[in-house]
C-alpha cells in the first residue's frame, strides 16, 4: 500500500461549485500534513498546511481527521483558475515529505 | 529574493552517459531534497540531505547520487543515464523540519 493515496480524478466541475478531495495516508506517526498546488508543466507551490484543528484560507478549507487517516480540502465556489493538479504531502519524523500522486481539477465555464 | 534555482531546465541525453543536475538555493537552507515526477507514480523522493556532508537515499535512489559539499548546492548525478530515468526532476529545499517546503521550476530531462 502506498504512503498517500490519493483519487488522481480528473474532477470536472462547473465554475461556483464546491468540489472537496480526500488523501489516506498510512503512516500513523505523520507529523503535519500539506496541501501544494501545481500547474500543468510547473512546480508544485504550498497552498495549505493542515492543522488537527483544520483551518481556512479564503475558499479552501483543509482538514485533518487522524483517526481514519485522512485530509481533505475543500474548495467553495470554484474559479477557473482553480483548474491544476493538488497533491497531498505528510511529513513523518523526518523532514521530507512524502506525496500522493495527485489529484487533477478541472472547472469549466 | 532568496529562491532556488536548477540547471539545466531541459537536457536530452544519451543512454550510458553521465549527467548531472545542479540545485542551488540561496535561503540559507539546511534541508534539500531531489525528487522525480512521473505519470501515474506522482512525486518520488530520490535523495535528501540535512546539512553539510549529510546525504540520504529515499524511495527511488538507484541510479543516482548526491553530494553536499556546502549548505547551498545539492547536485544529482545519474552515473549512466538510462531511458527510465526520463522525467522532470524537482529540487527542493526546506530551513527545518515543520518548516515549509520549496520547490525549483524543474528539470526536463531526456534520455535517447
Known amino acids: 500500500r502506498k504512503e498517500v493515496e490519493q483519487d488522481p480524478g480528473p474532477f470536472n466541475v462547473p465554475e461556483g461549485a464546491t468540489v472537496a478531495f480526500n488523501c489516506t495516508y498510512s503512516?500513523?506517526?505523520?507529523?503535519?500534513f500539506f496541501w501544494y498546488r501545481q500547474d500543468c508543466r510547473k512546480e508544485p507551490k504550498l497552498l495549505m498546511s493542515?492543522?488537527?484543528s483544520g483551518n481556512e484560507d479564503g475558499r479552501f478549507t483543509a482538514q485533518l481527521n487522524r483517526a481514519s487517516q485522512y485530509i481533505s480540502l475543500l474548495i467553495r465556489d470554484s474559479k477557473l483558475s482553480d483548474s491544476a493538479t493538488y497533491l497531498c504531502?505528510?511529513?513523518?519524523?523526518?523532514?521530507?515529505?512524502?506525496f500522493g500522486t495527485g489529484t487533477r481539477l478541472q472547472v469549466t465555464l | 529574493d532568496a529562491e532556488i534555482t536548477q540547471s539545466p531546465r531541459h537536457k536530452i541525453t544519451e543512454t550510458g552517459r553521465q549527467v548531472t543536475l545542479a540545485c542551488h538555493q540561496t535561503?540559507?537552507?539546511?534541508?534539500m531534497f531531489w525528487y522525480r515526477q512521473d505519470l501515474g507514480h506522482g512525486l518520488r523522493l530520490i535523495h535528501y540531505?540535512?546539512?553539510?556532508?549529510?546525504?540520504n537515499k529515499g524511495e527511488v535512489s538507484d541510479g543516482y547520487s548526491v553530494s553536499r559539499s556546502n549548505t547551498e548546492d545539492l547536485p544529482l548525478t545519474l552515473e549512466s543515464a538510462a531511458s527510465s530515468q526520463t522525467s522532470v526532476y524537482f529540487c527542493?529545499?526546506?530551513?527545518?523540519?515543520?518548516?515549509?517546503?520549496?520547490f525549483g521550476e524543474g528539470s526536463w530531462l531526456t534520455v535517447v
Open positions: 527542493a529545499s526546506s530551513a527545518n523540519s515543520g518548516n515549509t517546503i520549496y
Open positions: 503512516n500513523s506517526a505523520s507529523q503535519s
Open positions: 493542515v492543522y488537527s
Open positions: 504531502g505528510e511529513r513523518g519524523t523526518a523532514s521530507k515529505l512524502t
Open positions: 535561503w540559507n537552507h539546511n534541508n
Open positions: 540531505s540535512y546539512g553539510v556532508q549529510d546525504t
